[in-house]
């Protein structure tokens, strides 16, 4: 474990899955709480136990369809599709850890090269870099074959603190007046669908739990980000004050609100539980590979990308 800290902050970080552990933040009264859902176990970072709290997902994070890419073929996880690279994904593998401070930035670099996922190898960083007021995730790959990159943080986010209450009466508001339609196995069909007058409809800042009362099933979709507006996602608890923005290099972003689960995991003192946490995923689009109007996410040997999200802290 690796902890990064400032009087409004604190972040912990572990070289298993590159995983972000938890975020203590204030809240108006200057009361430090955890706001992510943290594993009680820590220990239960090293299984794969279906949520990926906080893990580093990759090469490619959501679906692939029929589990295969050209001539790499995987093992299904999700029907018949592959979900966040499989059993043997980046969120599974080990990564070496360094420590360093650059004038106001304290970090901590996760290094892979990565051999064991089934993906052609690629050299792989992710840094965890926190200033007084903002946390920023950073991908950056280089290609050591023909391959593909399209990671995301898997943190889910309560900000309550220490998930004292469900996300329902916190507050969303996400850049996207349209989301991706899915089959039954939530693959993307190719359709785009307007948010408007739908439970998926974020564009202004939203009470969660009014927007699931129209969908059954909670959310598991993907939101096409408006190119150029900012902050690209908010999120907001008017009990604590405390008030996250988001800003991405990302065309698109995933939220999932575990609606149903029920798992003797333990998170925060208590067993995980429906709507407990909101996961935030930025990324490019579930199965572009086989979409190409969307872009690609490919990378040539000797090629690098980077991807990032950035978190700004604020107490209201």
Known sequence: MFTLENEAITVVVSEYGATLVQIEMKNRQGVKEDILLSLDDQEEMKNDL???????????????????????????????????????????????????????????????????????????????????????????????????????????????????????????????????????????????????????????????GDNLKQLPTGLDNTFILTQNQQPQLVIYDNTSGRKVLFNSNRQAVILYSATMADNPVKVNGQRMSSNLGLAIEFQEQPDIINHPKWGSIQLLAGETAEKYVTMHFEVE
């Open 50 to 208: 279906g949520y990926y709290f906080g893990k580093t997902v990759g090469p490619i994070a959501n679906r692939i369809k029929n589990a295969h890419i050209g001539d790499l073929e995987f093992k299904a996880n999700n029907g018949p599709n592959l979900n966040h690279s499989g059993e043997h994904g980046w969120s599974a593998q080990k990564w070496q850890a360094t420590t360093y401070e650059e004038g106001v930035v304290k970090g901590v670099r996760f290094e892979l090269t990565d051999q064991m996922s089934g993906f052609p190898a690629q050299k792989v960083f992710v840094d965890y870099q926190l200033t007084e007021s903002e946390l920023t995730i950073r991908f950056t790959s280089e290609a050591l074959a023909d391959s593909y990159f399209n990671p995301t943080n898997h943190a889910y986010w309560n900000l309550s603190g220490n998930a004292k209450k469900d996300i329902c009466e916190q507050f969303l508001q996400v850049s996207s007046s349209q989301v991706l339609a899915v089959d039954e196995n939530t693959l993307p069909t190719g359709e785009i669908l307007s948010v408007e007058q739908t439970g998926y409809d974020f564009q202004n800042l939203t009470k969660i």
